[in-house]
Every structure is written in C-alpha cells, then in structure tokens.
C-alpha cells in the first residue's frame, strides 16, 4: 500500500516506534550480508566472506554508534515539530475563538493586564530595592556599625573620632574600617570660580571610606593615606554625575583645581556612575581632615561618624559584634565622660541598614498586588466557567469526534494561557509606565531608585506571571469542561440548559474574591486611618503661610558667623511686607538635632544615667515666628549675648520630667562646668517626625551658642515665594558668595514628614478600589448568569402565585450568601495581614474595630448592589414569555 | 585500497549519495555499489562513512528512509530523495562541475 509520507510518519510514531537501535542494527547487517553474499560469488568462502566484509566495513560500533545517535536526535526533533504543529493550531483557533467573543475577551485581557501590569511594576520596584545586591564588590561581607546606649534608648548613635581610632586599632574582624559625615542640606561645600557659586552636595570621608566599600575612581586615584591628616593640600573625588553635568566629561579633569569654600582643592579622582554613596545625589568626596578641629571638634562628646566595615572572609556577624562590644565596653570604662552611656554597638548589614525601613511596606504593597492578580484570576475564572457552559455543546461535539480528554483541556489551557499572554503583553506596556509613575512617586522615600528598572529580569518576571496566571485561571474551568458527559448535553438539543455544577465552583470562586477584596480593603483601612492619625497629631507649630531659607555660614565669613546671622535677620525683618522672621539650626519634623546631657544642681543624678536634652539653637522672635506658645517666663532677646549669663528656654517635656511639680523657671542645669539659666518654658513641637512624640529640648540662642547652619523662618503679607526670593536678595545685598541650599515653605516640611505614610495609604488605596470592583464584578457577573439560567424556575414560580418581592429575596439570598461567607473568610485573613503591617502603622490597633466593621460594612453595600441588578431583572420575569419557551 | 582509488571529503559523499538516489529510491548497499561502479572504481565509498552520511542526509531532511524488501526478497532500508534534497543535489551540482571546472583550468594551463 503507498500511503502519503506525512501520513506514514504520523502512523509511525502512533504505532509506538521501533527501537532506532533495533533499525540501525537491521541496516547494517543487511549491508554485511550483501557485501559478503558478493565476496561469495566471486568465489570466497563463506567464513571468509563474512571476516572480509566486516574488515572492509572498518569500525562497525563506531558507525553503529554514530547512527544511532543521529537516529534518536531526528526522532526528537520530529516530536517537537508534532508538538509545536498541534500548538500552532491551538493557538490559532485560540484567538478565532475569544474573536467571536470580543467582549469576554476585552474584559478577560483589561482585568489581566491591570493585574500582571501592578504586580510586574511592584516588582521591578522591590527587586531592585530590596532584592539585589548593592553595588559594591562582596557587598554581602559590608556591615554599618553604631555605637549603642540602652540608657538613652538610643540603640544607633554615630561615633566620635576618637572611638573611632581605637575601634579601628583594637578589631580584628574587619579588614577595614570607613568612616563618613554627611548630612543633606548641611554638609555642602560652596563651588565658586566657575560662573554662579554653587553648593554642591559633600561627604568627608576617613581614610579606608573607599577600599572598605571596594570602590575605585574610574579616573585618577582615591585619596591617600597622608591626605587624610591635617594641614596636607586639599584635594577633592568628583562624582560621575558632576563630572558630566559640570565638566562634560573632561578626561583632562584630573589635576586640576576647583574653588571649594574658598580653598582650592585639587581633583584627584572621578567615581564610577554606579557609585553615590552614601546618598543618590553626591557631588564630591573630601577628606575628613579638610573640616578644623574648629568646625567639628574631635573629641569624644562629639560624635558625627558613620562606620561601615567589611568583615573578613572567615568571621561571621555574631564574632564582630561580640568583638566590637568589649572594645565599647573598655573605651566606657576608660572615658566614664564621655562613653559611659555608650557601652554597647550596633551591627547590622549594610544592605539592611539602607532598606530596613522601606522593607514592610514595600512587601506589604507587593503582597496587595498579587492579592489584586488573584482576583483577577478568580474573575477572568469564573468568565471562562461561564462561558464554558455556553460551549458546552461545542466541546461534546469536539469529544464525540474522538478528540481525548487530554486533547481537550489542552485546547482550553491553550486559550486561557493565549488569554494570559494577551494580558501580559499590555501588562508589560502598563508595567513600564507604572514604574516610572512609581518611581516619580517615591523620590526620596526609597533608597536605591537608581537600581529600579525594567529589564531582562523583571520581564522574564512577568512572563512567569503570565504564564501562572494563565494556568491558574484556566485549570479549573478546563478540567471541569474536559470531564462534562456527552450524551446529557446532545440529547438537551439546541436550548443548551444543562450542568449546573459549575455553579458551586463559580461561587467558591466569588467567595474567594470576595475575602481577598476584604483583606486588600482592610490593609488600606489601616493604612489611611494611620496617616489621618498621623496628620492629626500637634505637631507644636503653625505651618500655614511661613517660607523657609536654608543656608549655611560661609567659610570666608568664619569667625564672624554671629554678626552675620544678626545682620541678615535684620535686613530680612526690615523688608517690606515681612512681620517676623527667625533662625533655627533644625527646623520641626526634620531633626532632633544634637544630644547634651547635663545635670541638675542639687539633684542626686545617677551617674550611668544622667539627664541630657536634645539642643536646638534658634535666633529671637524664633517662638513667635513659628507659633510654639509660650508657656511661663520669656524668650530669648538680643539682649542675650555672648557678654551675658547663658540662658536656655525648655520645652514642657523637659520641664515635666526633669522639674516634675516645680516652675522650671528660674532653674539652673550646669552642662559641664556651665550654669545655664532656664528662663522660659514653651509648648512641645514634634521634632523627629509626626509620629514621634517630641523629646526633652533645650533652645540656645544662636547668639550665645553660635552654629553655621541655619533655617530662615519668614511670615508675613502676600504669596511665599516672593517672600523668600526678596529674602534671599537681602541676603545676597550682605554676601554675594552666599549658597541657598534651599527655598521651601513649613508646609511643605509638613508634607514631606508624611510622605511616605501617604505613599502606602494611596497605593494600598488604588488596589483596595480595583479589588472591590473587580470582586463587585465577579458577584454580579454569577448572579446574573444563574438569574438567566433560573429563568424558567422563576417563572414557574412566579405563575404559581409567588410575589416578585419573594423573588428578589430569593435572587439577594444566594449573592449575599456569597459574599457574607467570603466577608468572614476575609475578616480573618486581614487579621493575619494587620499582624504584619502593625510596626508600620500609627496611633491605631492593628485589628482597629472601626476599620475591620467600615470595610466590611463597605463589602456587604458592594455585594448588595451588584445582586440587586440581576435581582431586579429576576422581578420582571414574564412568566407568560417563559413558559411558552417550551 | 588500491593506489588509483581516491577518498571521499564529506561533502564530496553527500553530493554522491544524492546522485545515485536521484535514478530512485535505494537501500545503503546499493548506493555504495552505484558510486563505485560509476566512478570506474576510482572513487571508493568507505562504507563506516556511508551510513552516518545516510542518516543525516535523513536528519537534515534531504532523504526519506522506509522499510521495504530488497531484491532478494529481504528487509532493507530504503532511503529517496524528498524535494529538498532534489534542490540540495541540483545546486550542489552545479557548484561541483564549476570547481572540478577551475581545478582543471588550473592544472592545464601549468
């Protein structure tokens, strides 16, 4: 018989293959045979012939060797031709089928791509902050170091340069030890000479500060040991980005000499791009040794270094820590002044330390998003199920033509997972705009933005995302479509009314959305009533209509920094338009500024313990200006001079704990040898942040404790920012060189104190809403459908007398059946999730009753309206219309 | 191997192989045979060479292998030319007569 090749090889392969060992043995034989049936015939002998035959051939196993092995290859090759024939063809009637349902399928592949777009874009944004590792070589072996004082509570405090000299020369776990001082809208240097003066963003770093990272200039050198001591010539590292933006990238850079605070320094370096350490916009690196004793005096008290070491190769954690605690421990015994309150450390890896604060929300929004891809599952889930009872009929008539169960479902997994891939496609498109959108949003509130992006990772992300997806919202309804009987559904004829089963399964389906949309609310009721507490906290002060001017005391003015601050607080209150105007050092929100401790006179003090305040330096008018009431005795006037007795003004917390059931005023503390006067008591201002509440303060007047940074507080008639320029001209009028680091207004400091609580609340928020409509979707969707299918039931009922209102009931008890257990369900998964948002969350329980009873409130309004749609429809039924169906 | 006999370069074989197909389908022996005889017993197929050149012609799909019997009435393989490997034998052709052409030109012209 001559069959077709095609056809040939697809009957082969049915036939189960013989063994391609099997065929290459045949075919070899046959040719020995006939080789030696010829040696034969031209007389040989046949033992002869044979050996001859077999000579001639050469290495037989060899050859049999070789092919087989081509043997087996073509086999496979040809199994996946088979495979990838038949997936075209699914494939292909894939997309014929969701084109004749264009609206199942829009809605199936906008519910998908909205979640695998939110779930992909969380996820480039938490791979690339949490996930990867930091851009430093070994950067796992990189740990941040405190010193620790369990009497002050204060478990990560910076260290003094003394401190640290002798951890570096008495550890031996690190290979070494950097150290740096930074701090945004403080530490910068003034760049002048090259057109407007401008403040670049600075970090003084110790020796060891690069090597201990693994970091080496692209360009140059780093600095040397001998420039990290006093009195060498200064020189400078520039960072990438200011070499581009300021220098174009000038390879010749190095060598040359750039006015700095007045001093020219040399260039010596230029950093690689990837490195900003320690924070996303830094200019330029200089060594420690640059700043005078004068400016930071280098004494134990003083403590402004942050440490970062890098362990060595066989020493663990526990090891350094325990190492780093005695050398703590003997420097408190051996400086009982000034270390006594610091006799623990801190050590923690650096990539913690860096993302340790942004780790809970971050995952607690991922985990909403995938929450918000499951329903979206359950939803595209339950349009299959329902379509798949409409195809029923299609499906047995595909079985009765002999296509297997098997052949079935992977039809329809084909066409869910083509659903999917349709979805992920748009996803991806949403995903890239969403983590930019992201990203805008969370400037400054997240560490490492830098590193997020949308690469090869994160799309082969969410293409596993899609892939899953596609599975999951496909198995179900596929097995279940697979498994239906044939002859029910052939003998029902054309109506098609079969096979209710799917129903239960379409419930559970909703019930599960509905309980995940109630966990997804509840996160972002706790979140929002969290930052509505926060937001109505005190903070101490009026924001409403004040500008701000930051700046530092120039260099060149040295010396001379109170008579400056004196004159441009004169100039700035002489202005037009400006009814007062104040300095602070740190404004409220931003900072607790610099840690004192001292004692009361009088007082038995516990030595281990003693009081201490955080200080706050601030100019006359500074109370009035802000709108902290003051509440006994006075403020500090311009009287208050550096001929006069120091005074301090405290705040009611420092009065409450340290002078409890007396009038502080009129006391005195000795900070040292110092007596300081309190002369007036004010109201507390939340100085760390919204959520902390304010510690004991003490306000110097910057004119008898002088410091260079300064924050211009202004109020006054008509629009801010007018205010603040006219403010920074009379400033200029005084100091042309004078950098501004800053124009903004205290509201805005406000703002930026609870932007990332607001961050979380509205994240949470946008997915809790598609949750709930998508779950919203998802009652209606199956409530409908069983309406349409009950329809004769109900008209039977309704011919025999039932009221339409009994019908309604009917229709609303089973949707709100549903959505009661899938409220329950969720009720006790957002217990679980409150558990884990509870440290990130402020002044409210975690299972907040008013929360948990508002959302769940929430679902059953919800749930009620969308039953009540196809409810009401169940109402109208025409019984007459229906029975005559039959 | 007698001194006049010449051996075969792989690619050299597989031109062979398809040739002696293109007169019809053949099993493995009977291609050795055909390229013998026609070359005057000059060119002389190693036959350890034969089959797994057979069998990825078959791979690359240039040739159709089938179980049939022999003329003697045994099971044999039997390979043919499908229409990829009829394109394959004609442009292959083509760029042999031009280069055994050149060589000549060469040699002749010393």
Known sequence: ?886 | MSDTSLELVQGTLDVLILKSLSWGARHGYAVAESINERSGQVLKVEEGALYPALHRLEKRGLLEAEWGLSENNRRAKFYKLTSAGRAHLRAQSQTWTRYAAAVSRVLEAA
Not at chain 1, 528 to 541: I, K, N, Q, V, Y
Request: hydrophobic share 45%; glycine share 10%.
């Open chain 1, 1 to 886: 018989m001559q069959l077709p090749p095609g056809f040939k090889r697809l009957l082969k392969l049915a036939v189960r293959p013989r063994a391609v060992e099997q065929d290459v043995d045949d075919e070899l034989r046959f040719h020995l045979e006939m080789r030696a049936e010829k040696l034969q015939r031209e007389g040989l002998p046949p033992a002869e012939a044979h050996a001859t035959a077999q000579r001639e051939f050469g290495n037989l196993e060899h050859v049999r060797a070789e092919c087989v092995r081509l043997g087996h290859e073509r086999e496979s090759e040809m199994k996946r031709s088979l495979f990838l024939d038949a997936l075209v063809q699914d494939v292909r009637y894939a997309l014929r089928t969701l084109r004749k349902a264009p609206a199942f399928s829009l809605v199936a592949v906008l519910t998908l791509a909205l979640g695998i777009g939110a779930t992909t874009a969380l996820f480039s944004v938490v791979r690339g902050v949490l996930l990867k590792p930091l851009p430093f070589p070994t950067s796992e072996r990189l740990v941040r170091l405190w010193q620790a004082s369990p009497a002050l509570d204060s478990p990560r405090t910076v260290l003094s340069h003394p401190d640290l000299e002798d951890w570096k020369a008495r550890q031996k776990s690190f290979t070494d030890l950097g150290a740096w001082w930074h701090v945004q809208n403080m530490s910068g240097v003034d760049l002048s000479g090259l057109g407007d003066p401008e403040l670049l963003q600075a970090t003084y770093v110790t020796d060891g500060f690069f090597s201990t990272l693994g970091m080496a200039p692209q360009l140059g050198r780093p600095f040397l040991p001998e420039e990290n001591l006093p009195g060498q010539d200064a020189v400078v590292v520039l960072s990438h980005g200011l070499w581009t933006r300021k220098f174009g990238a000038d390879p010749t850079m190095i060598g040359r000499s750039l006015t700095l605070d007045g001093v020219p320094h040399t260039v010596v370096g230029i950093m690689p791009p990837s490195f900003t350490f320690p924070s996303e916009q830094m200019d330029v690196w200089v060594p420690l040794s640059n700043i005078p004793e004068s400016g930071i005096p280098r004494t134990r008290f003083n403590r402004f270094l942050n440490v970062v070491g890098r362990l060595k190769p066989d020493v663990t954690l526990e090891t350094a820590r325990a190492e780093l605690g005695g050398i703590s421990r003997q420097l408190a015994e051996a400086y009982p002044d000034s270390n006594a309150q610091y006799p623990g450390i801190t050590a923690i890896p650096l990539h913690e330390a860096i993302t340790g604060d942004v780790r809970t929300g971050l995952l607690v929004v991922l985990g909403a998003v995938g929450l918000l891809l499951l329903i979206a599952c359950a939803n595209v889930a339950n349009l299959q199920l329902a379509r798949a009872t409409l195809r029923e009929r299609e499906l047995a008539v595909r079985a009765a033509l002999g296509a297997g169960p098997g052949r079935l479902v992977r039809q329809l997994l084909t066409e869910s997972v083509v659903l999917a891939g349709l979805g992920g496609a748009l996803g991806i498109a949403l995903a890239v705009w969403g983590t930019e959108v992201l990203v805008g949003l969370s400037v400054h509130q997240l560490p490492r933005l830098r590193d997020v992006r949308v690469d090869g990772e994160v799309l082969a992300f969410a293409a596993g995302a899609t892939l899953l997806t596609g599975l999951l919202f496909g198995l179900l309804p596929a097995l279940r479509a697979s498994s239906t009987r044939l002859e029910p559904v052939l003998k029902a004829g054309a109506r098609g009314t079969v096979g209710s089963g799917g129903a239960r399964l379409r419930g559970m389906l909703v019930v599960a959305e509905v309980a995940i949309a109630v966990v997804l609310a509840t996160g972002a009721g706790l979140a929002t009533r969290s930052l509505a507490r926060m937001l109505a906290e005190d903070p101490g002060f009026r924001s409403e209509g004040a500008a701000v001017v930051s700046f530092s005391v120039p260099d060149s003015r040295r010396g001379q920094g109170r008579a400056y601050l004196a004159e441009v607080l004169e100039r700035v209150r002489a202005l037009p338009g400006i009814e007062s105007a104040a300095m602070v050092k740190y404004l409220p929100l931003e900072s607790t500024g610099e840690d004192m401790a001292f004692n009361r006179p009088g007082h038995p003090e516990d030595t281990s313990n003693p009081p201490h305040a955080s200080v706050m330096h601030v100019s006359t008018g500074y109370f009035s200006t802000m709108g902290i009431p003051l509440l006994g005795g006075r403020a500090h006037e311009a009287t208050d001079t550096q001929q006069t007795p120091i005074v301090a003004v405290v705040n009611q917390t420092f009065a409450r704990r340290y002078f409890p059931g007396e009038d502080a005023v009129g006391r005195s503390v000795k900070v040292d040898t110092t007596d300081i006067g309190i002369i007036g008591v004010v109201g507390d201002v939340r100085q760390a942040g919204l959520a902390e509440p304010a510690p004991p303060l003490v306000y110097f007047h910057v004119q008898q404790f002088s410091r260079s940074a300064t924050n211009l507080v202004l109020r006054g008639q008509g629009a801010l920012l007018p205010m603040a320029i006219a403010a920074r001209q009379a400033i200029w009028a005084i100091e042309p060189n004078q950098t501004i680091s800053r124009i903004t207004t205290l509201d805005e400091v406000v703002s930026e104190a609870v932007t990332r609580p607001r961050l979380l609340s509205v994240m949470l928020g946008l997915f809790a809403v598609l949750g709930l409509v998508l779950a919203a979707v998802g009652i209606y969707g199956v409530l409908a459908y069983t309406v349409s299918q009950r329809q004769r039931e109900l008209g039977v009922r309704l011919a025999l007398g039932a009221k339409p209102a009994d019908v309604l009931r009917l229709v609303l008890k089973s949707g709100m059946g549903l959505a009661g257990t899938g409220i329950a369900l969720g009720a006790a998964g957002a217990l679980v999730l409150a558990r884990v948002m509870g440290s990130i969350l402020y002044g409210i329980a975690p299972h907040d009753p008013l929360t948990f009873g508002g959302v769940m409130a929430l679902l059953l309004g919800v749930a009620l309206l969308a039953c009540l749609i196809p409810a009401r429809r169940a109402m109208r039924v025409d019984p007459a219309v229906t029975l005559r169906g039959d």
